[in-house]
Protein backbone atom coordinates (compact mmCIF):
# COMPACT_ATOMS: atom_id res chain seq x y z
CA UNK A 1 0.00 0.00 0.00
CA UNK A 2 1.50 3.11 -0.99
CA UNK A 3 1.97 5.90 1.65
CA UNK A 4 -0.08 8.85 1.35
CA UNK A 5 2.38 11.51 1.23
CA UNK A 6 3.16 9.48 -2.37
CA UNK A 7 -0.43 9.09 -3.79
CA UNK A 8 -0.51 12.94 -3.23
CA UNK A 9 2.49 13.13 -4.77
CA UNK A 10 1.16 11.35 -7.61
CA UNK A 11 -2.38 13.04 -7.91
CA UNK A 12 -0.25 16.38 -7.87
CA UNK A 13 2.11 15.63 -10.82
CA UNK A 14 -0.88 14.27 -12.79
CA UNK A 15 -2.91 17.48 -12.33
CA UNK A 16 0.37 19.88 -13.23
CA UNK A 17 0.68 17.78 -16.71
CA UNK A 18 -2.99 17.85 -17.24
CA UNK A 19 -3.26 21.72 -16.32
CA UNK A 20 -0.05 22.16 -18.70
CA UNK A 21 -1.98 20.36 -22.19
CA UNK A 22 -5.39 22.14 -21.07
CA UNK A 23 -3.90 25.55 -20.68
CA UNK A 24 -2.97 25.09 -24.42
CA UNK A 25 -6.37 24.40 -25.55
CA UNK A 26 -7.79 27.32 -23.38
CA UNK A 27 -6.32 29.92 -24.69
CA UNK A 28 -7.86 28.94 -27.77
CA UNK A 29 -11.49 28.62 -25.64
CA UNK A 30 -12.01 25.49 -26.19
CA UNK A 31 -15.09 24.03 -24.59
CA UNK A 32 -12.46 20.90 -22.82
CA UNK A 33 -10.59 23.17 -21.39
CA UNK A 34 -7.61 23.88 -18.47
CA UNK A 35 -10.40 22.25 -15.62
CA UNK A 36 -11.06 19.35 -17.66
CA UNK A 37 -7.91 18.33 -18.95
CA UNK A 38 -6.85 18.72 -15.52
CA UNK A 39 -9.94 16.53 -14.05
CA UNK A 40 -9.12 14.01 -16.96
CA UNK A 41 -5.97 13.12 -15.86
CA UNK A 42 -6.02 13.16 -12.09
CA UNK A 43 -9.03 10.82 -13.07
CA UNK A 44 -6.80 8.77 -14.86
CA UNK A 45 -4.11 9.18 -11.88
CA UNK A 46 -6.30 7.67 -9.13
CA UNK A 47 -7.85 5.13 -11.42
CA UNK A 48 -4.21 3.56 -11.70
CA UNK A 49 -3.32 4.01 -8.11
CA UNK A 50 -7.16 2.38 -7.01
CA UNK A 51 -6.44 -0.81 -9.99
CA UNK A 52 -2.21 -1.04 -8.83
CA UNK A 53 -2.78 -0.82 -5.35
CA UNK A 54 -6.23 -0.74 -3.97
CA UNK A 55 -6.89 -4.42 -3.25
CA UNK A 56 -4.04 -5.15 -1.71
CA UNK A 57 -5.97 -7.04 1.66
CA UNK A 58 -7.33 -9.44 -1.27
CA UNK A 59 -4.14 -10.23 -3.53
CA UNK A 60 -3.39 -13.02 -1.30
CA UNK A 61 -6.59 -14.61 -1.80
CA UNK A 62 -6.02 -17.72 -3.65
CA UNK A 63 -10.08 -17.47 -5.09
CA UNK A 64 -9.78 -14.12 -6.10
CA UNK A 65 -8.43 -13.70 -10.00
CA UNK A 66 -6.93 -9.59 -10.21
CA UNK A 67 -5.33 -8.13 -13.24
CA UNK A 68 -4.17 -4.74 -12.49
CA UNK A 69 -4.25 -3.68 -15.64
CA UNK A 70 -8.10 -4.21 -16.49
CA UNK A 71 -8.42 -0.73 -15.18
CA UNK A 72 -6.28 1.27 -17.29
CA UNK A 73 -7.75 -0.32 -20.38
CA UNK A 74 -11.07 0.58 -19.45
CA UNK A 75 -9.93 3.90 -18.54
CA UNK A 76 -8.22 4.24 -22.38
CA UNK A 77 -11.81 3.10 -23.86
CA UNK A 78 -13.88 4.91 -21.75
CA UNK A 79 -11.89 8.65 -22.18
CA UNK A 80 -13.37 8.03 -25.32
CA UNK A 81 -16.54 9.16 -24.45
CA UNK A 82 -15.42 12.70 -23.08
CA UNK A 83 -13.66 12.76 -26.36
CA UNK A 84 -16.71 12.49 -28.37
CA UNK A 85 -18.23 15.25 -27.15
CA UNK A 86 -15.86 17.44 -28.14
CA UNK A 87 -16.51 16.97 -31.66
CA UNK A 88 -18.47 19.60 -33.87
CA UNK A 89 -19.65 18.19 -36.67
CA UNK A 90 -20.61 21.46 -39.06
CA UNK A 91 -21.54 21.84 -42.69
CA UNK A 92 -21.13 19.07 -45.04
CA UNK A 93 -17.15 18.32 -44.70
CA UNK A 94 -16.10 20.24 -41.26
CA UNK A 95 -15.63 18.53 -38.48
CA UNK A 96 -14.15 20.24 -35.23
CA UNK A 97 -12.53 18.84 -32.15
CA UNK A 98 -10.54 16.03 -33.34
CA UNK A 99 -7.24 17.38 -31.93
CA UNK A 100 -8.67 18.11 -28.76
CA UNK A 101 -10.57 14.56 -27.98
CA UNK A 102 -7.02 13.00 -28.75
CA UNK A 103 -5.29 15.37 -26.58
CA UNK A 104 -7.81 14.18 -23.42
CA UNK A 105 -6.70 10.71 -24.71
CA UNK A 106 -3.45 11.18 -24.73
CA UNK A 107 -4.12 13.13 -21.26
CA UNK A 108 -5.47 9.86 -19.94
CA UNK A 109 -2.33 8.03 -20.52
CA UNK A 110 -0.42 10.61 -19.55
CA UNK A 111 -2.63 10.48 -15.92
CA UNK A 112 -2.25 6.71 -15.84
CA UNK A 113 1.39 6.83 -15.97
CA UNK A 114 1.77 9.76 -13.22
CA UNK A 115 -0.65 7.38 -11.24
CA UNK A 116 1.53 4.15 -11.77
CA UNK A 117 4.70 5.97 -10.85
CA UNK A 118 6.04 6.36 -14.08
CA UNK A 119 6.62 10.24 -13.52
CA UNK A 120 9.41 10.45 -16.37
CA UNK A 121 7.43 9.02 -18.63
CA UNK A 122 4.46 11.39 -18.40
CA UNK A 123 6.83 14.18 -18.10
CA UNK A 124 8.14 13.55 -21.35
CA UNK A 125 4.69 12.67 -22.92
CA UNK A 126 3.47 16.20 -21.64
CA UNK A 127 6.38 17.77 -23.22
CA UNK A 128 5.78 16.04 -26.08
CA UNK A 129 2.16 17.02 -26.41
CA UNK A 130 2.77 20.64 -25.93
CA UNK A 131 5.33 20.35 -28.58
CA UNK A 132 2.87 19.06 -30.98
CA UNK A 133 -0.50 21.13 -29.71
CA UNK A 134 1.61 24.29 -30.17
CA UNK A 135 4.77 24.52 -31.70
CA UNK A 136 3.95 22.48 -34.38
CA UNK A 137 1.07 24.42 -35.61
CA UNK A 138 2.54 28.04 -37.20
CA UNK A 139 4.12 24.76 -39.21
CA UNK A 140 0.84 23.22 -40.14
CA UNK A 141 -0.89 26.84 -40.84
CA UNK A 142 1.97 27.16 -43.02
CA UNK A 143 1.59 24.04 -45.31
CA UNK A 144 -1.90 24.35 -45.47
CA UNK A 145 -2.24 28.16 -45.81
CA UNK A 146 -1.49 28.11 -49.85
CA UNK A 147 -4.17 25.36 -50.78
CA UNK A 148 -7.57 25.31 -48.84
CA UNK A 149 -11.09 24.24 -49.83
CA UNK A 150 -13.14 26.82 -50.48
CA UNK A 151 -16.83 26.80 -51.53
CA UNK A 152 -18.19 29.85 -53.87
CA UNK A 153 -22.01 30.92 -54.17
CA UNK A 154 -22.78 33.40 -56.80
CA UNK A 155 -26.27 34.72 -57.11
CA UNK A 156 -26.98 36.10 -60.42
CA UNK A 157 -29.69 37.63 -62.54
CA UNK A 158 -31.46 34.92 -65.31
CA UNK A 159 -29.03 35.45 -68.66
CA UNK A 160 -28.84 32.44 -71.00
CA UNK A 161 -25.08 32.40 -71.27
CA UNK A 162 -24.28 32.88 -67.24
CA UNK A 163 -23.16 29.25 -67.26
CA UNK A 164 -20.50 29.75 -70.09
CA UNK A 165 -19.64 32.61 -68.39
CA UNK A 166 -19.07 31.31 -65.34
CA UNK A 167 -17.26 28.06 -66.68
CA UNK A 168 -14.69 30.24 -68.83
CA UNK A 169 -13.69 32.07 -65.73
CA UNK A 170 -13.12 29.02 -64.15
CA UNK A 171 -11.10 27.44 -66.85
CA UNK A 172 -8.94 30.56 -67.23
CA UNK A 173 -7.98 30.14 -63.45
CA UNK A 174 -7.18 26.69 -63.46
CA UNK A 175 -9.52 25.74 -60.38
CA UNK A 176 -10.00 22.30 -59.91
CA UNK A 177 -13.94 22.17 -58.70
CA UNK A 178 -15.42 18.92 -56.70
CA UNK A 179 -18.44 19.54 -57.38
CA UNK A 180 -20.84 21.69 -59.10
CA UNK A 181 -24.55 22.78 -58.37
CA UNK A 182 -27.13 25.40 -60.39
CA UNK A 183 -30.39 25.73 -59.20
CA UNK A 184 -33.08 28.36 -60.50
CA UNK A 185 -35.61 31.06 -58.47
CA UNK A 186 -37.86 33.00 -60.16
CA UNK A 187 -35.53 36.07 -60.95
CA UNK A 188 -31.60 34.45 -60.19
CA UNK A 189 -29.81 31.56 -60.67
CA UNK A 190 -27.83 30.62 -57.97
CA UNK A 191 -24.69 28.87 -58.35
CA UNK A 192 -23.37 26.81 -56.15
CA UNK A 193 -19.58 25.12 -56.15
CA UNK A 194 -16.77 23.70 -54.10
CA UNK A 195 -13.22 23.92 -55.06
CA UNK A 196 -10.76 20.33 -54.42
CA UNK A 197 -8.13 22.89 -53.35
CA UNK A 198 -7.74 26.71 -54.03
CA UNK A 199 -4.81 29.19 -53.64
CA UNK A 200 -6.39 32.19 -51.57
CA UNK A 201 -4.32 34.71 -53.94
CA UNK A 202 -6.64 33.27 -56.88
CA UNK A 203 -9.54 32.66 -55.21
CA UNK A 204 -9.90 36.34 -54.16
CA UNK A 205 -8.74 37.42 -58.33
CA UNK A 206 -11.71 35.05 -59.45
CA UNK A 207 -14.16 36.88 -57.10
CA UNK A 208 -12.78 40.52 -58.41
CA UNK A 209 -13.91 38.66 -61.84
CA UNK A 210 -16.98 37.97 -61.13
CA UNK A 211 -17.95 41.37 -59.54
CA UNK A 212 -17.23 42.77 -62.47
CA UNK A 213 -19.80 41.20 -64.23
CA UNK A 214 -23.15 43.15 -64.83
CA UNK A 215 -25.29 40.42 -64.40
CA UNK A 216 -23.83 39.02 -60.48
CA UNK A 217 -26.23 40.37 -57.86
CA UNK A 218 -23.97 38.74 -55.03
CA UNK A 219 -20.66 36.60 -54.15
CA UNK A 220 -20.09 34.15 -51.05
CA UNK A 221 -17.11 32.77 -50.29
CA UNK A 222 -16.15 30.28 -47.62
CA UNK A 223 -13.05 28.49 -46.04
Known amino acids: MLEWNEVLIRLVMASVFGALVGLERERKNWSAGLRTHMLVCVGSCLFMIVSAFGFGDVMGNPHMDLDPSRVAAQ ?6 FIGAGTILFQKEGTVRGLTTAAGLWTVAGIGLAAGGGMYVSAAMTTVLVLVI ?21 IITQIESNEVDVINDILTENNFIVESFNLSKSNVS ?21 LRKLDSVKEVFWSK
Open 75 to 80: VVSGIG
Open 133 to 153: LWALQPIEKKYAKGSIRQNLR
Open 189 to 209: YIFEIKFESADAKKMAHLIKQ
